[in-house]
């Protein structure tokens, strides 16, 4: 597995305290923090939780290299076992930003920690993720989770699936609205990355009926939204944002030419606007063998529900689309009689793509700049991937 290699800088509230010596963790990926606090934890001898990315190397964007975080200690730290010495970029690192996420700011993770432990009693908590889309801990049987301003609220769009398919999702055991926080409870058994067909039939025609279901209330919910009718002017005004050289540009305009006629074919399916997952990749199901649930909610916005079966054609491999592709169609002609389901997988291969690079602009527009190395070549990555499907439209 590989590795990534540490810098921490940690402060006890703002006041920088010291350098921890660099140490190597896996995962490699930069978001995963539980390995850091807790090598941390035992250095300093008291309880500590990662705020943000400050630096990260570029080699491999997310994972891997030279990272660097900002961590809070929630108590003295033990002494001699940092190097105090003055850091003279201390004042800019924690210079406040309109655009910082919430659990990023000093005692954010630990506001999140003690609303869980007020509903879940006094469990430890484990900080497990971090970054600019979420914060991620985990409680004996539960999670709690904060998500973005800009995006959706897992256990916001989880009731509204819930009261169409009580299980379809983890339960919800405490949510707030006004800071975007979901406890969850855990789903128990293992990541679906290689589901069998037994798996795929019941997530995706479960799923496929919820959104039959939620369509007729789309409009209603708190969820972004990108609908297909207003693809061609959002991605006209994205175009002159994102680094594309003369001939990667001139494909791309071949294609938003032809734009309204690909959102033709895919209107002419008959497939209602409703809510759609956002990342439906078998990752973010669960199962333990007699229960499957989705989880990873906070990508949720309202869109054409085929986005979902081309994300999941995008992890999947080839042999396996045809039975997806044959689950997701009969499920949506037995609950939209009268439409033509398999119409949309086509023209929902390009526009899939600019669905992606328009979501990615999004994240780098209400991100910190020192987050932005995420996902600051993915709306390039994705226009290119939408003119290469449009060379096979």
Known sequence: MELKT????????DRY?????????????WAEVEAITRHLDELLGVRTVVLRLVHADEAVIGRGGRVV????ALEEPRYGVLDETPLPEWDSIIAP????????????????????????????AV???????SCLIRFPGAWAKATSRFGSIDADI??????????LAPAVLGKSTDNRWSLLAHAPGIDCWEPDHATVNNVVSRWVAAQAALASEADTLAA????????????????????????????VDQLVAKLPDIVDEL???????TVVHGDFHPGNWRSDGANRVIVDWADAFIGHPALDVQRLHDFLPAEKHPHVTDVWCATWKEHAPGSDPLRAIRPMKVLGFLTYALTYQRFLDNIEPAERVYHQDDPATCLRAAAAAFRDW
Request: aromatic letters at 6%; proline letters at 9%; charged letters at 20%.
């Open 224 to 251: 972004p939204s990108l609908l297909p009718e207003d693809l061609l002017a959002e991605v006209t005004r994205l175009l002159p944002r994102v680094a594309l050289s003369p001939d990667e540009l001139a494909s």
């Open 158 to 167: 989880i009731q509204h699936v819930q009261r169409y398919d009580a299980t």
């Open 17 to 29: 305290v010291g350098r921890a010596s660099a140490f190597d963790v896996e995962p490699g990926w």
């Open 69 to 72: 975080y900002h961590v809070q």
């Open 267 to 273: 209107d002419a399916a008959g497939l209602p606007i």
């Open 127 to 133: 900080q497990v993720k971090t970054w600019n889309l």
């Open 6 to 13: 540490v810098e921490a800088l940690v402060s006890v509230g």
């Open 97 to 124: 930003d309109p655009l910082r996420s919430t659990w990023a700011e000093i005692d954010g993770p630990t506001r999140l920690i003690e609303w869980a432990q007020s509903i879940v009693g006094p469990h430890d």
